[in-house]
């Protein structure tokens, strides 16, 4: 038995040579999960709060609803009423980041390690029992609805969302989760508590943590924090696949000196074993893109390409340019090219070790850390993928990049802001990927 | 529901710089190591005392094509795409910033490569080519990344704020520059700002991450040793900037629909007047604190959505700056309001002991965040104190300055900067055709 013990633990550790050391899971009485990454290196606490979920949560009507509830819930509580809430951070200077994505939402805590006790437990308490005040509700309202507005403004921004209605009409993923000016400006508190009372459960969380304090400290502290977090919660179903079934492109006009272009493709899903070759080769695409686009015509100042990482994904590549059509054309050019004629293999190696690289100073970040094991837990259902990528990454062939897009790129759904007052839109159209 | 009840134990938290050491070789350039081992990763960092304060009109621009061209070959790397090349073989991820007051340029890699690397930024900052066709693609990038910032919602407030409160000399601090004279860069222009600022007793060269000090020193030294010692930047004699002379309130049109409102004052040199900067920076924070005055008044109970108040270190632009963004119809009474809470704030009893020293600690905690990885350190800290305050003493010997800070400083420093003293008011709002004031 010893002897059995011993080779699974050898064929454990050489499958996952590179998961660190100091990782630690367990959970709380309530059954919220908890993964820790114990990093001494200095005083600096990550904690991040995961509310899984995302756009399957949402409807039509409450796009933004989850969002806003969390915000307004992070105003003050029955036990910290907002004076002693913006007293408490004042004090601690901790710093709370949020992002709310399709699979998600993700409330981060960055503070020093003394703080980390009353912060995680002023935290539990606004989850629970949040003051939902009105004068804050309300400025929680024109904050989101300014925050909303702003990211409509700025074309950069913007460019992002232009091509959804083409990408994936009808599909979960266009519940957007930060909301719309529309549904933001009809929600009441209400709706804010109802929202909190189903999501705020046990089996709709987890939290993930790096930092100095030690797994059995960090459990009695989140246990005093989050453990009257009631049980329950709700299944997600499976995300529907993308289905696009031609070329497509959205124009938006703009006065602005120079365009933008965004061309979503899909991807391979979370689990698929051709996610790692698809996103190494679109890696690639993102190094092409910058020596065609930018070194040898000069036609840009910023251009990339990348796919995402949620449940479902998608690919995609964009670029600012005063010459959209000759960009976004070369653009197309440059991924139709990688699928047939495989890149040369030292351009290939470059980017994996620029990709190290960005590995390795990821892993200096708690709050990075945070995100990776949350993110790879809930998208992947386990954490260790988020370590173990450049274990399989150096098996790669160029060859095997192309292969992996011309599986799986086909068409394209293009979204562009341009001054159509100087380039005509009729000189648009969907360029073809392949 | 627990109990919780909320105690305010005042203390201090001892926080010291990140550890590093300097030296200086014998060409003038300053060497600063930060060792830290948490990852196997390196960040080489090159601080340049220049940036658009050290242009004039005709060359407004110029520090920040040169920059680009650092990138686009040298005597070791022939053009662009070796050099694209060279950084995958490296693993290396590298950019570069042009300030008003600062250039720098900095690549990561991992700390297996640490001597390529060094030889790598060595030939970039030395032996740049300035290929005319390369500068001729160049010129197009600029433009693009010009265009981009022209699309910026915000675009029209910091021109405005340039040509009123730098009204002498707008372009000392822009530093994208004048499309007339991105447009016409040429090599010349490219060797003479060489000759000026790229020195290596202008420079600093910045190494932090998975080294030990020996190691670093001895390669840097090595490395940078040859670079030949210039003499010939102005920097450090270069004139103040920032000027207000008389109350000024200017509105800028915003099509798009964002509102945000700003008053500036001038603020002191950290060159003429150091030690005004350290009540300047706990002022700045106590002002930050969400549970005073200032933010309940113009925040919890106000217009605004945010709001901060601050002064912003720097030898020749230095700046007290009040802003927040608001609701784009309530952008003129959130004007007013903030001019009466400015008019507030120069009383010693707007500010209580427990807030000063909550402000103080803020700062420390502040630093502590802020060197998070040694990236951090390389790139945000360092070249910036480096540059800005002219060495690195400022940068350790902080937090006992902070430490003295009185209230008493902080009223002096009010009624030296602020008290009396003209501004420069800016709002951004729809004028719906009115014209700009």
Known sequence: MKNICLAIAVLLGSLYASVPEGVEEFTLSNGIPVITRTIENNEIEGLSLFIIGGSSALTEETQGLERFALECAMMGSEAFPGIQWRELMDRTQAEWTSSFNYDYSRYHLRCIREDLPILLSAFGNSLLNPELEEQAFEQ????????????????????????????????????LPDGTVETVSGFTIEDVSNMLEERIRSGNLLITHAGPTQPQELRSILEQAFGDIPEGGQEYPQVEPFTVH???????????????????????PQGHEDLLPFSAAVTVVNDLLWQVLRTDNALTYATFSGATNYRENWGYMYISSPQPVLACSLMAGVLADLIENPVDEDIFRGTIEKSRTIENLRAASKDNQCWMIGNFEICTGDWRNAYTVFDNISELSSADLSAVLDRWVGYGAWGIIADTTVVSVDQFQPWSLK | MKALILIFIPFVLSVTAADFETRLLDNGLTVIVSPDDTSPVVTIC?????????????????????????????????????????MGELGILQNGYTSAEKVQYFITLGSENFQDGLEFIFDAITSPLFDMEEMEREREVIMNEYE???????????????????????????AIGIPAVIQAAAPPAMHAFQQHYYTPDN???????????????????????????????DYDSLPLLISIERD??????????????????????ISTHPGDSYPADVWGSYLSLMSREFYTDLVTNGPFINIYGSYYTQ??????????????????????????????????????????????????????????????VAVESMPFWWVVAGSLDYYSTYQDSLEAVEPSDISEFLETWIANKPRAAFVLMPLDGEENQ
């Open chain 1, 140 to 175: 929680v309202r024109t904050s989101t609805i300014q925050d909303l507005q702003e990211k409509y403004n700025d074309p950069d921004s913007w460019i992002w969302f232009v091509t959804n209605d083409a990408f994936m009409p009808g599909h979960t993923y266009r519940q």
């Open chain 2, 248 to 269: 000024t309130t200017v509105f800028v049109d915003s099509p798009s629909g964002t509102g945000y409102v700003s008053v500036m004052y001038e603020g002191p040199s």
């Open chain 1, 246 to 268: 031609t070329d497509t492109i959205a124009v938006q006009h703009r006065e602005v000196p120079t365009a933008y272009a965004v061309v979503k493709f899909n991807a391979p």
């Open chain 2, 315 to 376: 030898r020749f632009s230095p700046s007290i700056t009040f802003a927040g963004m608001v609701p784009p119809d309530r952008a003129e009474e959130a004007l007013d309001l903030l001019l009466e809470e400015i008019q507030q704030l120069q009383s010693p009893d707007y500010y209580d002991e427990e807030g000063i020293a909550l402000a103080k600690e803020d700062l420390y905690r502040h630093r502590i965040l802020a060197e998070e990885t040694s990236r951090d």
């Open chain 2, 148 to 174: 981009r910032n022209t699309s910026h919602p915000f675009w029209h407030l910091w021109l405005a704020q340039e040509q009123v409160i730098f009204a002498d000399a707008p372009w000392r601090q822009s």
């Open chain 2, 46 to 86: 090159i601080a340049v005392k220049t940036g658009a304060t050290c242009e004039t009109p005709e060359t407004n621009g110029l520090a920040h094509f040169y920059e680009h061209m650092f990138f686009k070959g040298n005597e070791a790397l022939p053009d662009q795409t070796a050099y694209n090349r060279r």
């Open chain 2, 203 to 233: 420079s600093a060269l910045i190494i932090t991450g998975d080294v030990d000090y020996e190691e670093a020193f001895e390669l840097a030294e090595e490395q940078f040793g040859g670079w030949e010692y210039g003499g010939r930047s």
